[in-house]
């Protein structure tokens, strides 16, 4: 259980130089600190890295939870699934992490492939290797060498424009497999920017009504309704929806350093005096690493 009054700052989407951020997890403990955060989870896309570092810092001041983000994709679309409070040793949980990275592996040198093959985009071996052993390495990083090598002004021509024009048919973390080992894991599944997880487009009304009773049908447990990129209205309609199914409630700014313009803490919380039901659940019944 995590006491934490009215004023509290929370931030339960945060990711490192682990996945795709610019800070090391031992810097974003600091930043943490200096912004004044109360409650933070590291989120990390697909990996468990960056949990297990700050949860053996001796200087930790605030609450911490353990958190993953897996990119999922099925028949019916792409999911965000979030994981909060599991064990960061138990198998199931691993065993996904494992499977998911040799996904995430085997499609960078599929895209750095492509790009040379269809665009002529090449990369010294040493600068090839150096991306080959980041923890994960994806789509951001295959830009950053496009940008120093002058193939693209900035991160949205080169994702856009050249990497994503390859395309994947298959091997991709399903959303119930996702759900299933953050359960076996003892964690608490969640749906991250659930207005924002099919790519590009806005899923809200019956829609996204549609697309949480498919998810709870696999065992989700809580929705992100408070976000950066949510306005007013989206985060009324979420709350409703977590209300409605009896969802936990999370807060998330989905800080990546220098890779988005998006500060800690940025997740709208603040615009509500005595927080939602859900959350004040979700607090009383995760598990932290330290408090």
Same mark, same amino acid.
Do not use: E, N, Q, T
């Given at each position: 259980m995590i006491y934490l009054d009215d004023n509290a700052r929370i931030d =339960?989407? =945060?990711h490192t130089t682990v996945s795709d951020g610019t800070d090391t997890p031992e810097e974003i403990a600091r930043l943490v600190k200096k912004a004044g955060i109360d409650l933070f989870s590291v989120t990390d896309h697909d990996a468990l890295k @960056?949990?297990?570092?700050? +949860? !053996?810092l001796p200087d930790l001041d605030a609450a911490f939870i353990t958190g993953v983000e897996f990119s999922c994709k099925d028949e019916e679309g792409k999911y965000h699934i979030l994981g909060y409070g599991y064990d960061p040793d138990a198998k199931p949980i691993n065993d996904l992490i494992s499977k @998911?990275? @040799?996904f995430r592996m085997k499609k960078t040198k599929e895209r750095l492939e492509f790009i040379k093959d269809r665009f002529g985009f090449e990369f010294a071996k040493q600068e090839i290797k150096e991306l080959l052993e980041l923890d994960n390495p994806g789509k951001p990083h295959i830009a950053n060498l496009m940008i120093k090598h002058g193939y693209a002004n900035d991160k949205k021509e080169a994702i856009r424009k050249y990497i994503d024009q390859k395309r994947f048919k298959s091997e991709y973390v399903r959303p119930d497999e996702a759900i299933r080992a953050i359960l076996e894991s003892g964690g608490i599944p969640v749906l991250a920017h659930p207005f924002y997880g099919n790519g590009g487009d806005l899923i809200i009304g019956e829609e996204m009504r549609e697309r949480l009773v498919r998810l709870i049908g696999f065992g989700i447990k809580g929705v992100e309704a408070y976000y950066s990129g949510f306005t007013d209205k989206l985060i009324s309609q979420m709350l409703a929806f977590a209300e409605e199914y009896e969802l936990y409630v999370t807060a998330g700014s989905d800080y990546h350093g220098h890779n988005k313009i998006i500060e800690l803490g940025d997740n709208n919380l603040d615009r509500v005096g005595d927080g939602? +039901? !859900?959350?004040k659940r979700f607090l009383n019944d995760v598990r932290t690493i330290k408090a």
């Open positions: =339960l989407h =945060l @960056g949990c297990k570092v700050i +949860a !053996g @998911g990275h @040799g939602p +039901a !859900g959350l």
